[in-house]
């Protein structure tokens, strides 16, 4: 296969396809999400073949566990595919949606017209599940999407690429509103990120070295976040039995998630009665601690805190602990090291809430809550693209508004300018 003219044609059918899901209402984009699931359904068999396949193959290739665990399509996995896309077809439709109207002092109106933003390249490793959830939010949002899913998955994607063929058809949909990559050659991802003419937006969802890769090399805008070292920051006029509660949820809840906390800051006026408690409930679950002097000199045995360990996303049961003057030092740690995704702040003073929510600099932040809520369908977005932490555009968790842009409208009748 020739990659770069067989990139370029899936660009270019992406592009006119475009226009027909841009103007496309929302009855008919529900009513292929609504047949992509029933596609899902009737085809489950073949799902399930497809997917035997590549888990064979990534046996015999020595994928370890939890990567065999993310590419599994089980029955419970295809049946939540099935209830996404009805959930997507659930949720109100951003486009064309008109916002701040107002009367100018020449009669016309002024206001702005939520739009698509054209074609989003979306790259992804191992979860096949990806494939629908990226190509719904893409349907649903009337962009066309370009889906790159990881090697190891390609039979299970072709797959759900022929499901969602099914689906776009039984809508009257041309086919290339969503492409899913048929070739495994990692030139078709070099390729698809240069692609400026027909992609306008390129959304890298994996681990960090991908992400990197991709942010590095793209020349098309890219939605994105590198790292979650995220904090929770258990000030002196915390309700210790919430900072408790919540610093072992945010750390142990999940380990492997991007909004799992890595951090933990404690004041040190509340450093002595708050610390040996999370010792326990930590030793318990069985998390390793890692901490400052200040820390160790309270905990006693556990294992110092270097440098590299306050900017380490561990992903892992591993934290590392911090004891702090006062919260601006808190919020200068975390300003410093963390990677702007999410930090919390516990505390029972209204005015140092107001003040952590205005000066961290992060795409989420919260007061008396877990940092795991940092999330999509938490948030009320019904499913979430990927999390951004850049500040252009889109920040936080994307759902269908963050894949829409907005334009300015004027609404006359006849005017001129005198």
């Not at 109207?101 to 979860?127: A, C, N, T």
């Not at 961290?360 to 009320?380: C, K």
């Amino acid at each position: 296969m020739d990659v770069i003219a067989y990139m370029q044609s899936v660009g270019d059918a992406a592009k006119q396809a475009s226009s027909h899901i841009a103007k496309a209402n929302s009855g008919t984009k529900n009513t292929a999400l609504l047949a992509i699931a029933e596609a899902i359904h009737e085809h489950r068999e073949a799902l399930a073949s497809a997917n035997a396949k590549d888990m064979a193959k990534g046996k015999d290739n020595g994928l370890d566990a939890a990567l065999l665990d993310r590419l599994e399509l089980t029955p419970a996995r295809i049946d939540g595919m099935i209830e996404g896309l009805k959930q997507v077809a659930a949720l109100p439709d951003p486009v064309g949606g008109m916002t701040d109207l107002d009367y100018r002092p020449s009669g016309i109106q002024v206001g702005k017209m939520r739009v698509p933003l054209g074609v989003i390249g979306i790259i992804y490793e191992s979860r096949p599940n990806v494939t629908i959830e990226a190509a719904s939010l893409c349907l649903k949002s009337g962009n066309a999407a370009i889906l790159r899913g990881g090697s190891e998955a390609i039979e299970s994607n072709q797959a759900l690429a022929a499901c969602i063929k099914q689906g776009l058809a039984k809508a009257d949909l041309p086919e290339t509103v969503v492409q899913v990559i048929e070739t495994t050659d990692r030139a078709a991802v070099g390729e698809l990120i240069t692609m400026t003419e027909t992609v306008d937006v390129v959304v890298p969802r994996g681990g960090k070295s991908l992400i990197e890769r991709i942010s590095a090399d793209a020349k098309v805008t890219v939605i994105k976040h590198l790292d979650g070292i995220c904090h929770v920051y258990i000030d002196s006029d915390a309700d210790v039995s919430k900072g408790v509660n919540i610093a072992i949820n945010a750390k142990t809840h999940r380990y492997g998630t991007c909004n799992t906390m890595e951090t933990l800051l404690v004041n040190e006026a509340i450093a002595e009665k708050i610390l040996p408690q999370l010792d326990a409930a930590y030793s318990d679950i069985g998390v390793e601690l890692r901490g400052c002097e200040k820390t160790m000199a309270i905990l006693g045995d556990i294992n110092a805190a270097t440098e590299e360990d306050w900017a380490t996303e561990y992903l892992a049961p591993v934290l590392s602990i911090k004891v702090v003057a006062d919260m601006d030092e808190a919020i200068a740690h975390i300003n410093r090291y963390g990677s702007h995704h999410t930090d919390s702040i516990i505390t029972e003073n209204y005015s140092k809430a107001r003040d952590f929510l205005r000066q961290v600099d992060s795409s989420s932040v919260m007061v008396n809550a877990s940092t795991r809520f940092a999330d999509g369908f938490e948030y009320g977005l019904g499913a979430e693209i990927g999390i951004s932490t850049d500040k252009i555009h889109a920040r936080g968790p994307v759902g269908l508004e963050g894949l829409t842009s907005q334009k300015w409208i004027v609404l006359g009748d006849g005017h001129i300018r005198q």
